[in-house]
């Protein structure tokens, strides 16, 4: 795109799949596709001014967003199939620590009543993200049926992404670390123990002067590290 893009997820729900279409305003740009081995499929939305933002820019434009939303034409369509594309590769590099997985585009449509993966009914976690390109914001969600995450879903424990934490790593990646540790620079300090004396005697200190402090010498020392 050429231009400054940020994304961050607004909040994490979980609403019924009947729900998640009613919030979504026509038209839009929302996309259906599969995470091969697991079944079903994931819906993904895009609010059609962020759609249009984005070919604009593609296509060389200023990249401005419009007041309203407009249906896609063919050409249009195509190119942000493209973009989805190009997106689902790294959606597969974030899902990579839970498991292997291979999306697969499946569809496109601009209504999303017309779009029926699962029952009415069924449970969904909705991740709902806010993209900023050049000072415009959009809005991006992902609706994950419980069907297709059922599979996967014991995964998901705090014990479980622990486990995942201590079995990647690796003794390159430990001897990496020790080497930047030993670049970085930080002050330490130590406190031996506190003393209160009068001002004139402060004055008086001089070097090998003996101040008597509130520890004794078989006690622990605090050290402050980077304070």
Known sequence: LRATA????????????????REI????????FGMDPLPGSIVMYMSSPLVILLIDRILGGPGQAPTEGKEL??????IVEKIIARALDNYQEAWEKISDL????????????FIQVVAPTES???VELEVTV??????????LPYVVLEPIIQKFSASEWYTIGKRQTTPDMLRDMEASLRETHV???????????KAGDFLNLKVGSAIQVNTKTAEPMEIQVGR
């Open 6 to 21: 940020e994304i961050r997820v607004s909040r994490v729900r979980q609403l019924t799949y009947q729900e998640f279409i």
């Open 25 to 32: 305003e026509s038209p839009a740009a929302v996309f259906v």
């Open 73 to 78: 034409t063919d050409i249009e369509q195509t």
């Open 102 to 113: 291979r999306p697969r585009f499946e569809t496109f449509e601009s209504n999303a009543q």
């Open 124 to 126: 969904c976690a909705v």
């Open 134 to 143: 050049n000072e415009h914001k959009g809005k991006m969600a992902a609706c």
């Open 187 to 197: 002050s330490v300090r130590v406190r031996v123990g506190k003393a209160r004396i």
